[in-house]
């Protein structure tokens, strides 16, 4: 009866730790399912202001004799190279190799990073466009010099109006998603937390 009893008690230890690991396998799984592409479309965003910042520079100095063109495309890169620089703190966690507290860590701090930068990057994508556009219209194929004809400059003011409209509204739309996504990650990490104890 007592080694009856003691097999029993192995058989329920072995399933509850199998229970345990399917858990919090399937957690984690959620959680990265969750949180994965939102690292990865970060670093493209922030490898492609990288991008943006030289197709600026480099509009700028093929249209560099003339300042009005020249020096709002220089600006235009800059604002681009800043927020690159702001972002490169982002990086993918090791979801796997990190403990459980770590990751919820690192998933909290992207979140607030990404909470933190929204403001500026909405702006720094409208003051690219404003800012550049110009010079990359100045050279070939299109050879059209916004400011010197009127016709041309108001539309190019009523498309930068549409553009910023667009802009403000589509990113606050996806960082209120990319918020709901993490806190989502973030509760199935403390599933798992709450079924250790």
């Given at each position: 009866?007592?080694?009856?009893?003691?097999?029993?008690?192995?058989?329920l230890?072995?399933?509850i730790?199998?229970?345990?690991?399917?858990?919090?396998e399937?957690?984690?799984?959620?959680?990265?399912?969750?949180?994965?592409p939102?690292?990865k479309?970060?670093?493209?965003?922030?490898?492609?202001?990288?991008?943006?910042?030289i197709?600026?520079?480099?509009?700028?100095?093929?249209?560099?004799?003339?300042?009005?063109?020249?020096?709002?495309a220089i600006?235009?890169?800059?604002?681009m190279?800043?927020?690159?620089i702001?972002?490169?703190?982002?990086?993918k966690?090791?979801?796997?190799?990190?403990?459980i507290?770590?990751?919820?860590?690192?998933?909290?701090?992207?979140r607030i990073?990404i909470?933190s930068s929204e403001?500026?990057?909405?702006?720094?994508?409208i003051?690219?466009?404003?800012?550049?556009?110009?010079?990359?219209?100045?050279?070939?194929p299109?050879?059209?010099s916004?400011?010197?004809?009127?016709k041309?400059?108001?539309?190019?003011?009523?498309?930068?109006f549409?553009y910023?409209?667009?802009?403000?509204?589509?990113?606050?739309?996806?960082y209120?998603?990319?918020d709901r996504?993490l806190?989502?990650?973030?509760s199935n990490?403390?599933?798992i937390?709450?079924?250790?104890?």
């Amino acid at each position: 009866m007592k080694n009856l009893w003691k097999e029993e008690n192995e058989r329920l230890k072995n399933k509850i730790e199998v229970n345990e690991k399917i858990l919090k396998e399937m957690n984690i799984n959620k959680a990265i399912g969750e949180i994965d592409p939102l690292f990865k479309r970060a670093i493209l965003g922030r490898n492609l202001a990288l991008v943006y910042c030289i197709i600026s520079i480099g509009s700028a100095s093929l249209v560099i004799q003339d300042v009005w063109y020249s020096v709002p495309a220089i600006l235009g890169g800059l604002a681009m190279l800043r927020s690159f620089i702001y972002h490169l703190s982002t990086d993918k966690p090791d979801y796997y190799q990190l403990p459980i507290l770590d990751l919820q860590k690192s998933i909290n701090d992207f979140r607030i990073h990404i909470a933190s930068s929204e403001k500026n990057d909405i702006v720094t994508a409208i003051v690219w466009q404003l800012l550049s556009t110009p010079a990359c219209l100045k050279l070939r194929p299109f050879n059209i010099s916004i400011y010197d004809n009127p016709k041309y400059l108001a539309v190019y003011c009523l498309c930068m109006f549409v553009y910023a409209v667009f802009i403000v509204a589509y990113s606050k739309k996806e960082y209120k998603k990319w918020d709901r996504q993490l806190k989502k990650a973030e509760s199935n990490l403390d599933e798992i937390k709450e079924f250790k104890k």
